[in-house]
């Protein structure tokens, strides 16, 4: 079992920038693919991003293609989100996620793990 502790969320202006970071327990962090999910007021939670188990494989969300960067440390036991150019539609607690699936999987049922959620707010 691993357990997740999302940070770095806050309130910015649209256009900004920020990193999101996700703090695993444990040693067996590089035994999971990784991924990021969203969910605003009223609404589903979403997929945003994935990343497989030694990062050779990613996978995005359309809305944020070319914004949004996944990364992983497995070194550190620590998942990454950047993001810039924020705009106010992304505005939502964001979510990361662990998975026993090998392939950078955007499908929230193939996630077992989650962590509490780090708000993030863009003011436009």
């Known amino acids: 079992q691993v357990q997740l502790v999302e940070s770095g969320g806050g309130l910015v202006q649209a256009g900004d920038s920020l990193r999101l970071s996700c703090a695993t327990s444990?040693?067996?962090?590089?035994?999971?693919?990784m991924g990021w999910f969203r969910q605003a007021p009223g609404r589903e939670r979403e997929f945003v991003a994935a990343?497989?188990?030694?990062?050779?494989?990613?996978n995005y969300a359309d809305s944020v293609k070319g914004r949004f960067t996944i990364s992983r440390d497995n070194a550190k036991n620590t998942l990454y989100l950047q993001m810039n150019s924020l705009k106010p539609e992304d505005t939502a607690v964001y979510y990361c996620a662990a998975s026993n699936v090998a392939i950078a999987t955007p499908q929230k049922s193939d996630y077992a793990y989650w962590g509490q959620g780090t708000q993030v707010t863009v003011s436009s």
């Open positions: 990343i497989s188990r030694f990062g050779a494989s990613k």
């Open positions: 444990g040693r067996t962090f590089g035994y999971y693919t």
